[in-house]
């Protein structure tokens, strides 16, 4: 019964399409197209710029890197069962043709894009999948679009994708992942011409008409509210207007997508500035991590070469980012920025995590007090770890989480922040993730950002039966030690880098594993303070 209970807070909130899509995607198995490709769209008169560039993940013509893990294909193939099926996803994006120094790889490339048509036939196993498809038609494109000659067997294959793609739309996914997919048809349907392709671009283009709207709120934010999947959407939106700048002839539907993509892309790369740190580190809020989106600079320079303009993330003050839920606040040498958030659209939860009322502290340019970060998917305890309460700076009540996640991508019962004010330098919410526990327990906190300082006051009313933690990830490469007074000092290397007093609670040291990026743990120290009485008030000061 438990069990149906989760499963039910669940499901309850899936669209009606979600539901009719995962029945048909799961019944309907499309037949192959195997016609000649429709040939090729001559370039319209834009420049096409050079996208963002990742870390090589190629490094022999056969051995391939990918979130932490090294691989060779003579022994694993494209489809090795025991890998992590990110991993294997990872195999047919072909990132690394756009990779750094990939003109030095270009042999190995085309080997391995013959190598990939002999070994995956049209419509079987991981390659075909939806999203590794959509990415890998896209990746395709753009490296045809930077001056390599395509082959007649590769134009047919891409054709073949594309046509495999159309039949296999993940309506029942929604998200991030249909819009992949509608971006594919766009690309494929401006590299093409003819009846067919017009049909591609047509389709596409309809659903990110529809999708746009919906999927980047009206401060910008990419409405999964995860900082790294806002940044590769933000690349998606800059990679739509470059094909279109370069592609699309004067009487191409896809113009009447442009105003609205660089509005979009201008408040996107707003949200993007104020979801960072002063060192240039993504907020870890949901699914976030290191090295899979393009750093923050790239896409800086890619936005600027396509003319977008947005506003500096602002500096001294306080910004409420009311429709996604997030708050950024500087003063003098701090930046802390708030999670007073949903965990995410309600029908489109899997990137969330359990991190309500979660916070991250950088002074003086160096992150100080951050969340656990992400490095596995799947449904293992990893996972399920990096995704709970206890991986985040805020409270946990007892072993509980504030939402309900599980296996992987799914959640149940969900916090719902509410009372969120700001009075000056003083932040406000509460959340009532606990609300299912004996006596309903609401967890409030008040953040005030003083000159020198950050005061951070937590209390959960009624006192829950079971004991609550405050917790206070350190970033790796921080120390804290017990100082005497109820005082602890927090030092990178041999200098101090806060004081911090606990008023009220009680403190306590515990290690943790910081996600560095996916595949990738670091040691690194949390302060534990257990509320005392249903309340625990901790200052954090530094010198100016």
């Known amino acids: 019964m438990t069990q149906l209970g989760r499963l039910w807070r669940t499901v309850r909130w899936l669209k009606p399409a979600q539901v009719l899509g995962r029945v048909r995607f799961?019944?309907?198995?499309?037949?192959l197209d195997l016609r000649p490709p429709p040939p090729l769209r001559p370039p319209a008169s834009g420049a096409w710029v050079r996208p963002p560039a990742r870390l090589p993940s190629l490094l022999s013509p056969t051995r391939m890197r990918f979130l932490g893990q090294e691989h060779d294909l003579a022994a694993v193939g494209w489809d090795e069962p025991t890998l992590p099926l990110l991993w294997r996803y990872n195999q047919h994006y072909f990132d690394d043709l756009h990779a750094i120094d990939a003109s030095a790889r270009r042999e190995w490339h085309r080997q391995l894009v013959t190598r990939w048509l002999a070994d995956n036939?049209?419509?079987?196993?991981?390659?075909?999948?939806?999203?590794?498809?959509?990415?890998?038609?896209?990746?395709?494109?753009?490296?045809?679009?930077?001056?390599?000659?395509?082959?007649?067997?590769?134009?047919?294959?891409?054709?073949?994708?594309?046509?495999?793609?159309?039949?296999?739309?993940?309506?029942?996914?929604?998200?991030?992942?249909?819009?992949?997919?509608?971006?594919?048809?766009?690309?494929?349907?401006?590299?093409?011409?003819?009846?067919?392709?017009?049909?591609?671009?047509?389709?596409?283009?309809?659903?990110?008409?529809?999708?746009?709207?919906?999927?980047?709120?009206?401060?910008?934010?990419?409405?999964?509210?995860?900082?790294?999947?806002?940044?590769?959407?933000?690349?998606?939106?800059?990679?739509?207007?470059?094909?279109?700048?370069?592609?699309?002839?004067?009487?191409?539907?896809?113009l009447r997508l442009v105003p609205q993509l660089r509005r979009r892309a201008s408040d996107m790369l707003h949200w993007l500035r104020c979801l960072r740190h002063p060192g240039g580190m993504l907020a870890r809020f949901?699914?976030?991590?290191?090295?899979?989106?393009?750093?923050?600079?790239?896409?800086?320079?890619?936005?600027?070469?396509?003319?977008?303009?947005?506003?500096?993330?602002?500096?001294?003050?306080?910004?409420?980012?009311?429709?996604?839920?997030?708050?950024?606040?500087?003063?003098?040498?701090?930046?802390?920025?708030?999670?007073?958030?949903?965990?995410?659209?309600?029908?489109?939860?899997?990137?969330?995590?359990?991190?309500?009322?979660?916070?991250?502290?950088?002074?003086?340019?160096?992150?100080?007090?951050?969340?656990?970060?992400?490095?596995?998917?799947?449904?293992?305890?990893?996972?399920?770890?990096?995704r709970g309460t206890a991986a985040h700076s805020t409270v946990q009540v007892g072993a509980h989480d504030s939402s309900e996640v599980w296996?992987?991508?799914?959640?149940?019962?969900?916090?719902?922040?509410?009372?969120?004010?700001?009075?000056?330098?003083?932040?406000?919410?509460?959340?009532?993730?606990?609300?299912h526990l004996p006596g309903k327990p609401q967890h409030r906190r008040?953040?005030?950002?003083?000159?020198?300082?950050?005061?951070?006051?937590?209390?959960?009313?009624?006192?829950?039966?079971e004991p609550c933690v405050a917790r206070y990830h350190l970033a790796p490469g921080l120390g804290c030690e017990p100082a005497q007074g109820g005082h602890w000092i927090v030092r990178r290397g041999g200098d101090e880098l806060a004081r911090v007093q606990v008023l009220r609670g009680r403190g306590a040291l515990e290690s943790w594993q910081h996600a560095q990026r996916f595949g990738e743990l670091v040691p690194a120290q949390t302060l534990a303070v257990q509320l005392d009485a249903g309340v625990a008030e901790v200052r954090w000061h530094w010198s100016t």
């Open 26 to 31: 799961r019944l309907q198995r499309p037949s």
């Open 121 to 254: 036939p049209a419509g079987r196993g991981t390659a075909w999948a939806p999203y590794p498809s959509s990415l890998r038609i896209v990746n395709w494109v753009r490296w045809f679009l930077a001056g390599q000659p395509p082959e007649p067997t590769w134009l047919a294959s891409l054709a073949v994708q594309v046509r495999w793609l159309t039949r296999r739309l993940e309506w029942h996914l929604l998200g991030n992942h249909l819009f992949v997919n509608a971006k594919a048809l766009v690309c494929a349907g401006l590299f093409f011409e003819g009846h067919e392709a017009e049909g591609w671009l047509g389709e596409g283009l309809r659903i990110l008409e529809q999708q746009l709207p919906e999927q980047v709120l009206a401060d910008g934010a990419q409405f999964e509210r995860s900082p790294m999947y806002h940044a590769l959407a933000l690349e998606d939106v800059l990679d739509l207007l470059n094909l279109i700048a370069a592609r699309a002839q004067a009487t191409s539907p896809a």
């Open 286 to 386: 949901n699914d976030t991590a290191e090295g899979i989106a393009p750093a923050t600079d790239d896409i800086e320079r890619y936005a600027a070469d396509l003319g977008i303009v947005a506003p500096a993330a602002p500096g001294e003050g306080v910004l409420a980012l009311q429709p996604s839920g997030y708050v950024r606040a500087v003063r003098g040498a701090a930046t802390a920025l708030l999670d007073v958030a949903p965990i995410g659209p309600d029908y489109l939860p899997g990137h969330a995590h359990a991190d309500t009322l979660s916070f991250e502290l950088s002074v003086q340019g160096q992150e100080l007090i951050v969340n656990r970060g992400t490095s596995v998917y799947g449904d293992g305890p990893r996972r399920q770890l990096e």
């Open 407 to 435: 296996a992987g991508f799914r959640v149940g019962r969900r916090a719902r922040p509410f009372d969120v004010t700001v009075d000056g330098w003083r932040i406000g919410a509460a959340h009532d993730g606990y609300a």
């Open 446 to 465: 008040e953040w005030t950002l003083e000159a020198d300082a950050l005061l951070v006051h937590d209390h959960v009313e009624p006192d829950p039966e």
